[in-house]
């Protein structure tokens, strides 16, 4: 009973590590994408904050 409550437990932290990781760099890489392909001064001051917070 042990060894399988150990087993979900650590089934649950792999899933839950694996979904942070898809929330935070989906939108981390869009946005650099969009400050790449637009590198205006403008463009920059608006998306760096937003990329320094999710980073």
Sequence with gaps: MKRLLAF????LSLTLLALN?????????VLAVIKLLLPFAGV??????????IA
């Design 21 to 29: 990781t898809i929330f935070w760099c989906t939108p981390l890489f």
């Design 44 to 53: 920059r001051r608006l998306i760096d904050p937003i990329l320094n917070r």
């Design 8 to 11: 979900l437990l650590g089934t």
